[in-house]
């Protein structure tokens, strides 16, 4: 069993910043890519950033320079840096890794984190 658990979400006034977490446990062989995706009422879930093994990382193009993806491989942890934060980006947050376990290869997501944007 794969666990995924987020933490860092809340209320931020605009332009301010906050950093999500996502920590993975279980019976983990390895992680592959890891990433960030955000889902308001009625829309669609929507990518916000990936990061690959070996670092190198994706953004979509509304988050390019205010979001800064980052991983720790050896605490299998996801972090998500965002600042210059505005309304728009009021969303719940979810973090997705692709795991390797002895037996399998699967996506796993977190149960999400709201962040509130908003004065």
């Known amino acids: 069993q794969v666990g995924l658990v987020e933490s860092g979400g809340g209320l931020v006034q605009p332009g301010g910043s906050l950093r999500l977490s996502c920590a993975a446990s279980g019976s983990i062989f390895s992680i592959d890519a890891m990433g960030w995706y955000r889902q308001t009422p009625g829309k669609q879930r929507e990518l916000v950033a990936t990061?690959?093994?070996?670092?190198?990382?994706n953004y979509a193009d509304s988050m390019k320079g205010r979001f800064t993806i980052s991983r720790d491989t050896a605490k299998n942890t996801v972090y998500l840096r965002m600042n210059s934060l505005n309304p728009e980006d009021t969303a719940v947050y979810y973090c997705?890794?692709?795991?390797?376990?002895?037996?399998?290869?699967?996506?796993?997501w977190g149960q999400g984190t709201q962040v509130t944007v908003s004065s």
């Open positions: 997705n890794m692709r795991v390797r376990t002895r037996y399998s290869l699967g996506d796993y």
């Open positions: 990061i690959t093994r070996g670092g190198s990382t």
